[in-house]
């Protein structure tokens, strides 16, 4: 007799668990939150429990590409709800980190005081108040975590954290131009949360690198037809909730 599926589960579960320690420690040392290595790991496996649960073969995506989707959205969740002293909201949290890696490309230049400030103000489309305060959430909460941390990729290349923060990565044709993109932001609660996880990978949103279709349609495990329509439906939603 073949396996039940709970034993199918156990069975990927345990056989995956490498990928948990990876994404956790890639993740541990990000943004000098709170948490331990102990604590992504368990918010980790939660993520790969979940993809054991409902992961399907027949879809032929491979269960290491669909699992680290899973895995690093429990791992990122965890340290938005609860690796900092003040609460962060993933939209704050997003925004700090524009306002950051355009700090940090003006620092090259000497910017400092209301020149530096009116410099993000042009280049992030916030309001000067937005920029004041994530520059102060940046020192209290984050406490000036530096761009240049090294995160792992997937293949395991070292990549600064600033670049992933705003490199475009090869993706198909740019759908939104920035001032979307801002929009696109504000209005991600009007979505459902596969729509939500859709737009967040397709356009590199909340530090994720962006995504292709193909990449997006192997963690879904659809087609990337199906991705491409889900992501048009979204953003119609948006600019219908914005009109």
Not at 26 to 34: G, S
Not at 62 to 87: P, Q, V
Not at 117 to 137: K, T
Not at 140 to 161: I, P
Request: net charge negative.
């Amino acid at each position: 007799a073949g396996e039940s599926p709970e034993e199918e589960e156990t069975e990927l579960f345990e056989q995956n668990r490498g990928l948990v320690i990876h994404a956790a420690q890639k993740y541990v040392n990000l943004f000098n939150h709170t948490l331990g290595l102990d604590d992504l790991v368990n918010s980790g496996s939660i993520g790969l429990m979940t993809a054991a649960r409902s992961y399907d073969p027949s879809k032929g995506a491979k269960f290491s590409t669909y699992a680290t989707y899973w895995i690093r959205d429990s791992i990122l969740k965890e340290i938005y709800n609860t690796g900092f002293n003040i609460r962060v909201s993933n939209h704050q949290f997003e925004r700090i980190m524009k306002v950051q890696a355009i700090k940090k490309r003006y620092d090259l230049e000497h910017l400092e005081g209301d020149a530096m400030i009116d410099a993000i103000v042009r280049d992030s489309g916030f309001s000067r108040d937005e920029v004041e305060r994530c520059l102060q959430l940046d020192q209290e909460v984050l406490r000036q975590a530096s761009l240049n941390t090294k995160v792992g990729n997937d293949e395991g290349e070292a990549a600064e954290l600033g670049d992933i923060a705003v490199s475009p990565d090869n993706v198909e044709d740019q759908v939104l131009d920035e001032q979307q993109i801002q929009e696109l932001y504000d209005s991600l609660d009007q979505l459902s949360e596969e729509e939500r996880n859709i737009l967040i990978l397709r356009y590199g949103l909340f530090h994720q690198k962006r995504h292709t279709l193909r990449e997006i349609a192997e963690q879904y495990q659809v087609s990337p037809e199906a991705i491409r329509q889900r992501e048009q439906h979204a953003i119609k939603t948006i600019r219908n909730a914005m009109s």
